[in-house]
Nanobody
């Protein structure tokens, strides 16, 4: 089952975006969830993750202090609030369980940070 991310777009440096991803209950409730991104010519990387109990989070050093991951158990959704965006944040963003599983990769959502 592919997980579909949404909320991407074009934003100026310093701007904000909020990404969302909804999963089926049987995926969401038993897994840690993560946001990943892949920039052109680079490998896909883990940006942020949140434990299934919502109490622990992880952030890549490049986004720490700017991005916030959260999960809504009632809606089986995970979100990524991205503030103070930089051109180097430009990438396709994906959600998946963490660690990721191949069947769950969706098409992602494009985030472009440019003036």
């Amino acid at each position: 089952v592919q997980l579909q991310a949404s909320g991407g777009g074009l934003v100026q440096p310093g701007g904000s975006l909020r990404l969302s991803c909804t999963a089926s209950a049987h995926i969401f409730q038993v897994n840690n969830m993560g946001w990943y991104r892949q920039a052109p010519g680079k490998q896909r990387e883990l940006v942020a993750s949140i434990w299934k109990d919502g109490k622990n989070t992880y952030y890549a050093g490049s986004v720490k202090g700017r991005f916030t991951i959260s999960r809504d158990s009632a809606k089986n959704s995970v979100s990524l609030q991205m503030n103070s965006l930089k051109p180097e944040d430009t990438a396709v963003y994906y959600c998946n369980v963490q660690p990721p599983r191949a069947p769950h990769w969706g098409q992602g959502t494009q985030v472009t940070v440019s003036s």
